[in-house]
């Protein structure tokens, strides 16, 4: 079994940063790609937010190009994402996300997600 475990949300000030940490557990082999995604107030979808390729590959939504960085260290099947100046508008619940998680079983997962953590963001 995977589980995935996010810490890092809180309440911040417009222009303040906040660092975002999910940390995968389980008997994982691999993961092809991480990410983090995240649900506004009132919207029914996730979006993307960014993702990172187990090859170092990074994705960003264009409302956080130059704002977040992704990280992510594979040894330890974790990724983080550092979250600068921080508008009201990113106010969201944060999910982190995995893609296809292959445990030493053989086992395969198609994807695992997090239980999200609050990210409030006061203008």
């Known amino acids: 079994q995977v589980q995935l475990v996010e810490s890092g949300g809180g309440l911040v000030q417009a222009g303040g940063s906040l660092r975002l940490s999910c940390a995968a557990s389980?008997?994982?082999?691999?993961?092809?790609?991480m990410g983090w995604y995240r649900q506004g107030p009132g919207k029914q979808q996730r979006e993307t937010v960014a993702v990172i390729t187990s090859g170092g590959t990074t994705n960003y939504a264009d409302f956080v190009k130059g704002r977040f960085t992704i990280s992510r260290d594979n040894a330890k099947n974790t990724v983080s994402l550092q979250m600068n100046n921080l508008k009201p508008e990113d106010t969201a619940v944060y999910f982190c996300?995995?893609?296809?998680?292959?445990?030493?079983?053989?086992?395969?997962?198609?994807?695992?997600w997090g239980q999200g953590t609050l990210v409030s963001v006061s203008s």
């Open positions: 996300n995995a893609d296809r998680v292959l445990l030493r079983t053989g086992w395969k997962y198609r994807e695992v």
């Open positions: 389980g008997s994982i082999s691999s993961i092809n790609a």
